[in-house]
């Protein structure tokens, strides 16, 4: 199984039993390619080869370099796909009808109901997604296990409960810890989840309570593996333009391989590979 085209980012779905299934993505420049199925990947070597070309993932020119995911400077300064809001959902204003970049795609991205939740990644991590977000944005970071703490009508309402959080909660995720715990027992999550999420109604400024879910449905996800590494190194396509190796586990955008090396797709989105799976 062999093609060439941009990388786009894994596509990530949750089957009924827990686990997560990948199909690779890429396109021609800006046209979309087949989806490739993953799952006969794990256990085969890999070989990735850059052809050296980068395109920008929203005007298809060719670039030197990428911003965000993918794009060139001139669109990460100016597409909605780039809005300060979505790093800081605290500052859309969409929902007042004031748009930041393009008040159609804030309309429909960021004036729509919004959860606030708790995922195990590296360890307990708060977040906020678009409510039909769920549960890809988990799948995308290597989450190992979610619940949902509060729902919304609107991003910016979100972003505030998870401000108040962040002085009590993590934010972000450490790629390292997250891709070495492997697949955590569903027991220790749950537990941590549910614990994080007792606690945050503790410290919950009383605005936002009307917002809260009481819940305690927890979403548990399983990686494609046959071995998770205890030490990781990241690849570089600029640095190693060829990569070949044999496949051991998939986890968020990160493909792991034999060694320790893991390759960030989604940090790849753009570049033009080779790539063959045998």
């Known amino acids: ?8 980012k894994l596509k990530g779905q949750l089957t009924s039993n827990e686990q997560v299934t990948y199909q690779w993505q890429q396109s021609n420049i800006l046209d979309p390619l087949p989806l490739v199925d993953m799952a006969s990947w794990i256990g085969k070597k890999l070989r990735l080869e850059a052809t050296g070309a980068i395109h920008c993932t929203v005007t298809g020119k060719r670039i030197r370099k990428t ?3 993918g794009m060139s400077f001139d669109a990460f300064q100016n597409s909605p796909l780039a809005v300060e809001s979505i790093i800081h959902p605290e500052l859309s204003r969409i929902h007042e009808g004031i748009a930041l970049r393009d008040k159609d795609w804030e309309e ?3 004036n729509q109901p919004h959860v606030v ?3 195990y990644t590296s360890g307990i991590k708060v977040g906020v997604t678009r409510d039909t977000n769920v549960p890809f944005r988990w799948i995308d970071q290597g989450a190992s296990g979610a619940t949902i703490l509060a729902r919304t009508p609107y991003r910016q309402l979100a972003g505030l409960i998870e401000v108040a959080l962040k002085d009590h909660f993590a934010d972000k995720t450490q790629w390292r810890k997250m891709l070495t715990s492997g697949n955590p027992t569903r027991e220790a999550v749950a537990t941590a989840l549910l614990d994080a999420k007792d606690a945050a109604y503790e410290c919950c400024p009383p605005e936002f309570e009307p917002f809260l879910d009481e819940g305690e449905e927890v979403t548990h996800l399983n ?4 071995a998770f590494s205890k030490k990781v190194a990241s690849l570089s396509l600029t640095k190693t333009p060829i990569v070949h190796e ?3 586990a998939i986890k968020g955008q990160y493909l792991i391989f034999s060694g320790g090396a893991v390759f960030n797709v989604r940090r790849h989105s753009g570049h033009r590979v080779r790539w063959s799976i045998s």
């Open 1 to 8: 199984m062999e093609g060439e085209g941009n990388i786009r």
């Open 67 to 69: 911003y965000g995911d």
């Open 108 to 110: 429909k991205h960021h």
């Open 117 to 119: 939740y708790f995922s």
């Open 223 to 226: 990686y494609p593996s046959i």
């Open 246 to 248: 044999e496949l051991k």
